[in-house]
C-alpha cells in the first residue's frame, strides 16, 4: 500500500521525516514568510498558500515529485494538498504541521540556518 495517495491520506511528521530524508519525496511548506523565517524543517521548499492559490507553480526541485505539504498546524496543508491533487501532483498533509513536527523533536532551523521557532 503506497504510502502517497493522491489528495487524501495524511502522513505523520516522523513518517514525512523519514521520507525526505530518503530522498523519496519534497516537504513542501505553504507558510507565510514570516512564519517560515522564524522557524522550518530543513532541505523543506517554500511556496507560501496564498501564492499557490493564486496559481503560482512549484519550484523545478519539487515538480514531479511527491509532495509531503506542512503548514503551522495541518489545516492550509490541507487545502493545499487538494489544490496540488487538482493540479495533478502527489499530495498529502503532514498531521498536525509544524507543530506536530516540532514536538516529535524534529529539527528545526530560522532563515540562518540557527535553531528555529514555531511562529
Known amino acids: 500500500m503506497p504510502l502517497l495517495r493522491r489528495g487524501t491520506a495524511r502522513v505523520t511528521p516522523d513518517q514525512a521525516h523519514q521520507r525526505t530524508t530518503d530522498g523519496d519525496a519534497i516537504l513542501l ?5 514570516a512564519e517560515w523565517n522564524a522557524g522550518h524543517a530543513p532541505g523543506a521548499v517554500h511556496v507560501p498558500l496564498s501564492r499557490l492559490v493564486t496559481g503560482t507553480g512549484l519550484p523545478a526541485t519539487a515538480q514531479d515529485r511527491p ?14 494538498a487538494r489544490l496540488l491533487a487538482g ?5 498529502v498533509d ?17 532563515a540562518e540556518g540557527s535553531s528555529g521557532r514555531i511562529a
Open 29 to 33: 511548506d505553504v507558510r507565510e514568510q
Open 67 to 80: 509532495l509531503l505539504v506542512i503548514c503551522r498546524s495541518g489545516h492550509r496543508s490541507q487545502q493545499a
Open 87 to 91: 493540479r495533478g501532483a502527489e499530495a
Open 94 to 110: 503532514v498531521k498536525g504541521g509544524m507543530q506536530a513536527w516540532a514536538s516529535a523533536g524534529l529539527p528545526v532551523v530560522d
